[in-house]
């Protein structure tokens, strides 16, 4: 079954605004990834993380590994049109889960209004 | 270089009928992912493949499902006979062994079993 709660399950935001969303578990992850997803079209790499407390970044997009290794956080800032889509997390659970067997969460909707 | 290639991009048949998804991974990775996604489940693995050997099929729905990988640049997802719940979208991703968790997806085969 599902083991990560990501929220907020959708954001309405304006044009210019900071945007955070969150993944957390009852487990300990070894590696968080975020992806996006446009309508159509398949999930997109954004960030990858494999250390807990890493910070990492890639243009507007900010994302860490949570020290407590059961959570993570994106961020985007000054939001523009483009950012709309579906963001997804997804993590490789420790204590022996493979290689490669990653775990997704639910998705934020995000909506950017002009 | 080019992406992960999958095809067809849309599928429509009907139930009980064979249905034959394909895709090509990137070149030189070694690990290959099935997933589908639905609104109800979200995103789900269903087999990967490492070296073209599979790891884990844990995740494929029941005998219906079968998927090969006769090389490192090909591998189908068969569905025999389908039903209409198979309808989905299903994603093909690869990875290489050197950072297996990063995986990179195709566009998605849209699948509607009537």
């Known amino acids: 079954g599902q083991q990560l709660n990501q929220s907020p399950q959708s954001m309405f935001i304006q044009e210019g605004e900071d945007v955070s969303m969150n993944c957390t578990s009852s487990?300990?992850?070894?590696?968080w990834l975020w992806y996006k997803q446009d309508p159509g079209e398949g999930p997109v790499l954004l960030i990858a993380?494999?250390?807990?407390?890493e910070l990492t970044s890639n243009g507007r997009l900010t994302a860490q590994f949570g020290i407590t290794r059961k959570d993570s956080f994106l961020n985007i800032s000054a939001s523009i049109p483009s950012d709309v889509g579906i963001y997804f997390c997804?993590?490789?659970?420790?204590?022996?889960?493979?290689?490669?067997?990653?775990?997704f969460g639910q998705g934020t909707i995000l909506t950017v209004h002009p | 270089d080019a992406g992960v290639i999958q095809s067809p991009r849309h599928e429509v048949t009907e139930m009980g009928q064979e249905v034959t998804l394909r895709c090509k991974p990137i070149s030189g990775h070694n690990s290959l992912f099935w997933y589908r996604q639905t609104m109800m489940r979200g995103l789900e693995l269903l087999i990967y493949?490492?070296?073209?050997?599979?790891?884990?099929d844990s995740g494929m729905p029941e005998d219906r499902f079968s998927a090969k990988m006769p090389n490192a640049s090909f591998s189908t997802l068969k569905i025999q006979p389908s039903e209409p719940r198979d309808s989905a979208v299903y994603f093909c991703?690869?990875?290489?062994?050197?950072?297996?968790?990063?995986?990179?997806f195709g566009p998605g085969t849209r699948l509607t079993v009537l």
């Open positions: 493949f490492n070296n073209n050997v599979p790891i884990d």
């Open positions: 991703a690869s990875s290489s062994l050197l950072s297996p968790d990063t995986q990179y």
């Open positions: 487990s300990i992850f070894n590696t």
């Open positions: 997804a993590g490789r659970q420790a204590g022996g889960t493979s290689y490669g067997k990653l775990t």
């Open positions: 993380l494999y250390k807990a407390g």
